[in-house]
């Protein structure tokens, strides 16, 4: 994909028990916007993609829209809306945020998306859509398809099965798939930097760690003994839910 950074299909990652997550079902992103008509034609065509899934806020999507593609449904699904303590927005963090505590605020902002009643409740909504969707692809990205989708794909490979050694393999593909975007951004926005520490601030924000989803696997442990009660008892996916998913993308 040229014009939509930070894209991948999540097939191919296999199971413990042996399975393999199916090729074209299952794709994550950073925002479509400005998606060229050669990376239409790929989605549309050879991924067949159906549903769009969109974690952004209300003011991100408000101000870059997702460029609307043939054949697919869209549906936004704000993961920080009821986050209140932090905000994720780049200008905000960049102003906010120093470059010795950018770690700790980004811990924060996982753990939030853990825990926050409202994550919670979007993450089930995003997990069902999953689970109802037998043909064709969904994709669902946030701004940079990093940390919102970050942590959605945490959820739905665990519920497949996959462990987390993968999991955190895909994650950190982020850093060399949005590397070009990354750089292009930060020299758009140097302009506007107040002191040479916001270069440096802005690489790690657009970036991820594996110190952040190993804090949101932790706190999941921590809080709620583990990810399987976590997927049951806290985002409430019934089993029922959890059997289709794994019916409808892991091969036979």
């Known amino acids: 994909m040229e014009t939509v950074v930070n894209f991948r299909d999540l097939g191919g990652l296999k199971t413990a028990s042996g399975q393999t997550v199916k090729s074209k079902r299952i794709l994550r992103s950073g925002q479509l916007v400005g998606v060229s008509?050669?990376?239409r034609r790929t989605l549309e065509k050879d991924y067949q993609l159906k549903k769009i899934i969109d974690f952004r806020s209300e003011d991100e999507i408000k101000r870059e829209p997702d460029?609307?593609?043939?054949?697919t449904t869209y549906?936004?699904?704000d993961i920080m809306a009821g986050i209140h303590t932090m905000n994720a927005s780049l200008e905000s963090m960049l102003v906010s945020s120093k470059e010795d505590t950018v770690d700790q605020a980004m811990k924060k902002i996982y753990e939030e998306m853990i825990t926050n009643d409202t994550a919670q409740r979007g993450y089930n909504t995003f997990i069902t859509e999953l689970s109802l969707q037998e043909?064709?692809?969904?994709?669902f990205h946030c701004f940079a398809g990093k940390d919102r989708t970050g942590v959605g794909a945490l959820l739905f490979l665990s519920i497949l099965g996959v462990d987390k050694q993968q999991i955190l393999g895909d994650y950190l593909k982020t850093n060399q798939q949005r590397k070009k975007a990354n750089e292009a951004l930060i020299k758009a926005m140097?302009?506007?930097?107040?002191n040479p520490a916001q270069a440096a601030i802005l690489e790690k924000l657009?970036?991820?760690d594996q110190g952040y989803l190993d804090h949101a696997f932790e706190i999941i442990t921590e809080k709620y003994r583990s990810l399987n009660c976590y997927?049951?008892?806290v985002l409430q996916i019934s089993q029922n839910e959890q059997k289709a998913l794994r019916e409808n993308y892991l091969t036979e």
Do not use: M, Y
């Not at 460029?67 to 054949?71: F, S």
């Not at 043909?135 to 994709?139: F, H, M």
């Not at 140097?190 to 107040?194: D, H, K, Q, Y």
């Open 231 to 233: 997927i049951t008892d």
């Open 37 to 39: 008509e050669d990376d």
């Open 135 to 139: 043909r064709g692809s969904t994709l």
């Open 75 to 77: 549906h936004h699904i």
């Open 67 to 71: 460029d609307v593609l043939e054949g």
């Open 190 to 194: 140097s302009a506007s930097f107040t």
């Open 206 to 208: 657009l970036s991820v």
